[in-house]
């Protein structure tokens, strides 16, 4: 099934360093996933931890880096409860072994 879908049109935030950098300037992190070439242009990728880390901080009123946020907390959430359960399993499953 082959399905087009519109886009919609870039959006251009005024990042701070962006404004007098072209999109054939900037880094382009490429990765491949099964037939898919996803190609980032952004120096985000390239960033040591502490860099990264300022520059979500630099951005948070950018709508892109909120919904990152939010995805994150939720994976972390969602991972925490997995633990969780998984943990629980483990103990009860001790306690059903040794009652059998």
């Known amino acids: 099934m082959n399905r087009v879908v519109q886009c919609s049109p870039t959006h251009r935030y005024g990042a701070k360093g962006d404004e007098h950098m072209e999109q054939n300037e900037r880094p382009c992190?490429?990765?491949?996933?099964?037939?898919?070439?996803?190609?980032i242009r952004s120096a985000l990728p390239f960033m040591t931890?502490?860099?990264?880390?300022?520059?979500?901080?630099?951005?948070?009123?950018?709508?892109?880096?909120?919904m990152l946020k939010r995805a994150?907390?939720?994976a972390t959430w969602y991972n925490h409860k997995r633990r969780i359960i998984r943990a629980e399993y483990e103990l009860n499953k001790g306690k059903l072994e040794s009652t059998v």
């Open 72 to 74: 994150w907390v939720r």
């Open 29 to 39: 992190y490429t990765t491949q996933i099964g037939n898919t070439t996803i190609k």
């Open 49 to 66: 931890d502490e860099q990264q880390a300022q520059w979500f901080r630099d951005n948070d009123s950018l709508p892109e880096v909120q």
